[in-house]
C-alpha cells in the first residue's frame, strides 16, 4: 500500500470513528445500552486499525527517508515481509 492509500485509508477510518461516538451517544442517551455497547466495539475495531495504518505509514516514511539518504532497504524490506506488515 502506498502512503497515499494509507493516508486516505487513515481519514476514512478516522471519520468512521466519527460517527460511530455519535451513534453510541445517541443510543446511549435513548437506554439502547446494547447497541451503544455493540458500536463501542466497532469504534475499538477502527482504532486499532488506524494505529495499524499509522504504524505502516511511518515505517513507509522511514523507508522513503533511508533511500533518499542513499541507505540500501533491501534488509528492511526483508524483515517488513518477515513480520507480516503490509
Request: glycine share 4%; charged share 35%; proline share 0%.
Amino acid at each position: 500500500m502506498d502512503l497515499k492509500s494509507i493516508n486516505f485509508e487513515i481519514a476514512k477510518e478516522k471519520a468512521c470513528i466519527d460517527d460511530l461516538l455519535n451513534m453510541i451517544r445517541m443510543h446511549t442517551q435513548d437506554g439502547r445500552i446494547d447497541l451503544a455497547i455493540a458500536r463501542n466495539r466497532d469504534m475499538l475495531r477502527s482504532l486499532e486499525r488506524v494505529q495499524k495504518l499509522e504504524n505502516q505509514r511511518r515505517f513507509y516514511l522511514t523507508i522513503h527517508d533511508l533511500s533518499k539518504r542513499g541507505i540500501l532497504c533491501e534488509v528492511v524490506k526483508r524483515c517488513e515481509s518477515l513480520n507480516g506488515a503490509s
